[in-house]
């Protein structure tokens, strides 16, 4: 059983930054690919950036140059750094890891809410 818990949300003003990070607990599981995602009501759930253990990074062109994902593989933790937010980037961010064994885990989400 693993547990990913999401930290890091809140309110910030257009243009300012936040810091999303989730650490996974409960059995220890080498994931294959660590990532965020974002949906806001009434819209499919959509990949913000992941990363996978080989070193890929994979990022929503929305975001490209302003959010850098990076992973901590000696305490199972990704992160997320957000800059030069935007008002469409306001959606809950949900923590996401997996393996090639199976394992498909997510956060409970953190909101985000870019807004002057």
């Known amino acids: 059983q693993v547990q990913l818990v999401e930290s890091g949300g809140g309110l910030v003003q257009p243009g300012g930054s936040l810091r999303l990070s989730c650490a996974a607990s409960?059995?220890?599981?080498?994931?294959?690919?660590m990532g965020w995602y974002r949906q806001v009501p009434g819209k499919e759930r959509e990949l913000v950036a992941r990363l996978w253990s080989g070193g890929s990074i994979n990022y929503a062109d929305s975001v490209k140059g302003r959010f850098t994902i990076s992973t901590d593989n000696a305490k199972n933790t990704v992160s997320l750094q957000m800059n030069s937010l935007k008002p469409e980037d306001t959606a809950v961010y949900y923590c996401?890891?997996?393996?090639?064994?199976?394992?498909?885990?997510w956060g409970k989400g953190t909101l985000v809410t870019v807004s002057s």
């Open positions: 996401n890891a997996a393996s090639y064994l199976g394992v498909n885990s």
């Open positions: 409960g059995s220890r599981i080498n994931f294959n690919v």
